[in-house]
């Protein structure tokens, strides 16, 4: 993009220019860099912006220049949800005057009267835009470099404490951010690897003659916690529907007495008391609150439960 002559491009990372999210865990860095320039000799500041998605307020970061224009800058994740993150870059007129009477004065122009006047104009904009405090730092500041002489406009320009105020407080008039923002998804630290450990419920406890209940189910959590598992992965275990029930061995038929599969389709429990489907679970495991004890016992071990959910079922 280019606004006002400031030119940001080659923003880096962007995963197909930004059509997808990329990835990052919560207390992860994100280095951002991008190509950012400007006709003359101007100088750039610039920052990459950062918020989580559905807020309005960014958090900035400053990025510096490298080699050829490429400049970066990095910010930390904290928050899992979708967070979007930009660059924006414009003209420092204070640090671009600076720079040119620097140069004026080591290069014996004689007179650089215009040059104080034109710092003090700055100043004085910038303390419209500072707190009280720093305000009245800069305001004295311009007040006494709109009539120094040589000497003492070259201490002026060169204090740093002066050029720090400024830099809190910029005109960001001439310059621009980059569209559109990237967007990351960022996740869990147990997003980036977990081993998972399947079983069904109802064949937990091993029984040949009638399936398991979800309070049989702790002894298979410490065979998957004692083998260093993090998470027991669980088939669908909502109300196993009348279509495409199965029967035994994979059988297309399912005869009377035949449990069925959990990826049958529809719902025969309408009596349930959440009126069954993906709000409730099949009764022969137990009720919703069975299974609420059957997570927290997981989590006493140091496991979590996924279930698969099958909506299409």
């Given at each position: ?126 303390a419209t835009r500072a707190g009280k405090a720093d305000a009245a730092v800069l305001r004295a500041a311009a ?171």
């Open positions: 993009m280019k606004k006002a002559g400031v030119v940001i491009e080659n923003v880096s990372p962007l995963l197909d220019c930004g059509r997808h999210a990329i990835k990052r865990l919560a207390g992860d860095p994100v280095r951002v860099t991008a190509d950012i320039f400007k006709d003359g000799h101007d100088v750039i500041a610039a920052v990459v912006k950062w918020r989580a998605v559905g807020t309005r307020k960014w958090q900035e970061a400053p990025m510096e220049p490298g080699d050829n224009d490429r400049w970066s800058g990095s910010f930390t994740v904290t928050g899992i949800g979708d967070c979007e993150y930009t660059v924006e870059a414009w003209l420092d007129a204070y640090e671009t005057w600076r720079d040119e009477f620097r140069r004026k004065d080591e290069g014996g122009q004689e007179d650089l009267a215009a040059e104080s006047l034109e710092g003090a104009f700055l100043l004085e904009q910038g007040a006494e470099l709109a009539k120094a002489d040589r000497n003492r406009a070259r201490s002026i320009a060169a204090r740093a404490d002066l050029a720090g105020i400024m830099a809190r407080y910029p005109d960001r008039a001439i310059g621009g951010e980059f569209r559109p923002c990237g967007r990351i998804m960022v996740e869990r630290r147990a997003a980036l690897f977990a081993a998972w450990y399947e079983f069904f419920p109802r064949s937990a406890g091993g029984h040949g003659d009638r399936g398991s209940t979800f309070r049989e189910c702790l002894a298979r959590l410490d065979d998957a916690a004692a083998m260093g598992f993090d998470v027991v992965y669980f088939p669908p275990v909502h109300p196993i529907g009348a279509t495409k029930r199965k029967g035994r061995n994979n059988a297309l038929a399912c005869a009377p007495g035949d449990p069925g599969v959990p990826y049958a389709i529809g719902n025969r429990h309408q009596g349930c008391p959440h009126g069954g489907g993906h709000r409730d679970v099949a009764p022969e495991l137990g009720t919703l609150e069975d299974f609420a004890w059957l997570v927290g016992e997981a989590k006493k071990r140091g496991l979590e439960i996924a279930l698969d959910f099958a909506l299409n079922c």
